[in-house]
């Protein structure tokens, strides 16, 4: 079992011997990226990550994971971007759908929340109500260490946390996630003596999930990180090894790009779980950043179903022709529950008694995968056998590798994301931080 792509429903748009022309094309793509020779090529730590890792880093952030366990009912994870939505996704994929407000018995492990990835006043505001008197710890994850929202919401929690706990037993409590050596959150945890660790240079926001940025939040969830990594080495494997016509990650790269080709620019990722919807947002993270440059790439978009087919599926069924359908789906469910049957049959629903909920979301699945290529919105699938550490792990792997193939069939450099700095100058000059009084004098004539 493995996590595989199958591209068989959309047949009838990608024919077996294009994707067999593309051969040539992906392989020299892969050349390019595992030999290190394309653009960008001085952020391709994750291809070895799974294998190589900082090994005492590992033990320190399972040693910290587990004294976060112990002393606190609550974890702030404050990051954005990169910095964050990774940890979320493999939380929220790999426990409990109502984690937070289970019972602390049955959880047995903190509530987790994450700010810092908005600026909402109000959001601030709730989650320390939300925190009340109880104990809490802090992650706080920034690559750069100088990102506006996480530092924002650093600022406020720690104060919080300092005022609670005095100085000293807030330091032991606050665990620094950043560069090495750069950046105002290395000097501020330095100077504190927060425990740190460290997001590695050649290692991109958007492909660090496997390192102390995902890994240390997704311990402390109660999560077997090795196991995580132990997937994410098999996926590796097979991205590395297996021969183009097996190979899962170049399959999805090819077919991706001949779908963009023929005139489909979106993307929709589109799941049946409700616990994978940060797993979408995780990577239109890491395609839309990675290929979305130089006037070029695919939009990468996503939706929950079946709940949002009673509010986009007339859009994808029938709406502008300019997207393809990439299904989530995942095998073996890890929860089932069975229909009953009813005695008067009042809502006319006997016809499914004795039949899991599964099977009926696999039909409506079945059903839409069928409709939604009727109408031309070819649909791709990629399989979970099980929704567990091992197969997310795989998961993780195969869609950066094939990111970065796919981001280097487009002509781009899958690594940077120079758009992202253009917001930031605007509100760094409206807000009239020093060194930008020129640009909030043009800023402001044209408000
Ligand atoms: O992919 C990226 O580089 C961005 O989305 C970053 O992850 C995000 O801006 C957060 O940056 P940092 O970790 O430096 O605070």
């Not at 792509?5 to 992906?26: C, I, L, P, R, T």
């Not at 190589?52 to 702030?76: H, P, T």
């Not at 990102?147 to 330091?171: H, S």
């Amino acid at each position: 079992n493995k996590v595989t792509f199958d591209y068989s429903k959309a047949a009838n748009v990608v024919g077996a011997e294009e994707v067999a022309a593309m051969e040539k094309m992906v392989e020299t793509a892969k050349e390019v990226l595992v030999s290190r020779t394309g653009l960008g090529n001085d952020f391709l730590g994750w291809i070895d990550l799974p294998v190589n890792y900082d090994k005492e880093e590992f033990d320190r952030i399972k040693k910290a994971a587990d004294k976060i366990q112990k002393d606190s009912d609550v974890l702030l994870v404050i990051g954005i971007g990169g910095s964050y939505l990774g940890a979320r996704a493999a939380i929220d994929f790999l426990n409990h759908p109502f984690y937070n407000n289970l019972s602390k018995e049955n959880r047995k492990t903190p509530e987790i929340y994450y700010v810092g990835n908005n600026i909402s006043g109000a959001y601030v505001k709730g989650l320390a109500e939300v925190i009340g008197d109880r104990d809490f710890s802090i992650n706080v994850i920034s690559k750069s260490g100088t990102t506006t929202e996480p530092a924002i919401a650093f600022r406020v929690f720690k104060e919080m946390m300092e005022e609670k706990y005095g100085k000293e037993e807030a330091a032991k409590r606050i665990y620094a996630t950043t560069d090495k050596e750069k950046g105002a959150l290395k000097t501020l945890a330095t100077e504190e003596g927060y425990e740190t660790f460290v997001v590695p240079d050649d290692v991109g926001g958007r492909f660090s999930v496997l390192t102390a940025v995902g890994l240390l939040p997704i311990a402390v969830s109660g999560v077997s990180i090795d196991k995580l990594m132990e997937g994410a080495a098999s996926g590796r494997e097979l991205a590395l090894q297996a021969p183009y016509a097996e190979n899962d990650a170049l399959q999805y790269a090819a077919v991706r790009n001949i779908l963009h080709s023929k005139g489909k620019s979106v993307e929709i990722l589109a799941d049946y779980e409700p616990t994978l919807h940060y797993v979408a947002e995780w990577w239109k993270q890491l395609y839309g950043e990675s290929e979305g440059k130089d006037q070029k790439g695919i939009y990468p978009a996503s939706v929950d179903f079946t709940t949002d087919l009673h509010s986009l599926g007339q859009f994808i069924q029938d709406g502008s022709r300019i997207m393809f359908e990439t299904v989530l789906a995942i095998e073996e469910p890890k929860e089932d529950v069975v229909i009953k049957a009813a005695e008067n049959d009042l809502d006319g629903l006997n016809y499914l008694a004795g039949k899991g909920m599964d099977f009926v979301n696999k039909s409506a699945m079945n059903g839409t995968i069928l409709a939604h290529t009727d109408g031309n919105t070819p649909n791709l699938m990629v399989k979970i056998p099980e929704q567990n550490e091992f197969y997310l792990g795989q998961l993780f792997y195969f869609f950066e590798f094939a990111c970065g193939v796919s981001g280097y069939l487009t002509g781009v450099n899958p690594f940077n994301q120079p758009g992202v700095e253009s917001y930031k100058k605007n509100m760094f000059a409206l807000l009239g931080k020093p060194g930008y009084e020129e640009q909030r004098e043009e800023l402001l004539k044209r408000l």
